[in-house]
């Protein structure tokens, strides 16, 4: 059940053509224009999704610096097996630079340390009802 667009009251609607327009009223308002079709129900489907979120942790400069020098290497020796420029390396362990996933994922590989971490986001999405045209409340986003 949606609100009356002439009083505002939250009852069955039906479709009717008031002074040209097309409208969604009550049977009360109903009697101030020709009504066109039956009663519609506008209950929005509300659709939850799942989104996966891969990102780089936050201590990662730590991380990775505590474990090149753990393998014993220099950060000239860790860019050339990385195939990576040795500034960039200093930048990462200086926490100036966050690796992107690709880098990441790569680090973690020569490493052997956890640097991606998983996370999931769940989003509700209303789905508009096929009948009817869009209106403003089929665009706003509701907040909890």
Request: with cysteine; charged share 35%.
């Given at each position: 059940m949606?609100?009356?667009e002439?009083?505002?009251?939250?009852?069955?609607?039906?479709n009717?053509?008031?002074?040209?327009?097309?409208?969604?009223?009550?049977?009360?308002?109903?009697?101030?224009?020709q009504?066109?079709?039956?009663p519609?129900?506008?209950?929005p489907?509300?659709?939850?999704?799942?989104?996966?979120?891969?990102t780089?942790?936050e201590?990662s400069?730590?991380?990775?610096?505590?474990?090149?020098e753990?393998?014993?290497?220099?950060?000239?020796?860790?860019?050339?097996?990385?195939?990576?420029?040795?500034?960039?390396?200093?930048?990462?362990?200086?926490?100036?630079?966050?690796?992107?996933?690709?880098?990441?994922r790569?680090?973690?590989?020569?490493l052997?340390?956890?640097?991606?971490?998983?996370?999931?986001?769940?989003?509700?999405?209303?789905?508009?009802?096929?009948?009817?045209?869009?209106?403003?409340?089929?665009?706003?986003?509701i907040?909890?």
């Amino acid at each position: 059940m949606s609100a009356c667009e002439l009083c505002g009251k939250t009852v069955p609607l039906l479709n009717a053509l008031v002074e040209g327009t097309q409208m969604q009223v009550c049977k009360n308002c109903a009697g101030f224009g020709q009504v066109l079709k039956t009663p519609i129900s506008r209950a929005p489907v509300k659709k939850q999704t799942i989104e996966i979120v891969e990102t780089v942790v936050e201590d990662s400069a730590k991380l990775i610096r505590e474990a090149r020098e753990k393998n014993g290497m220099t950060q000239k020796d860790f860019a050339l097996k990385l195939t990576e420029k040795e500034s960039l390396i200093q930048k990462i362990e200086n926490g100036s630079l966050k690796p992107s996933l690709e880098l990441a994922r790569k680090l973690e590989k020569i490493l052997k340390i956890k640097l991606v971490e998983i996370e999931k986001e769940e989003q509700e999405s209303y789905e508009k009802n096929k009948s009817g045209p869009l209106t403003i409340g089929d665009l706003i986003k509701i907040k909890k």
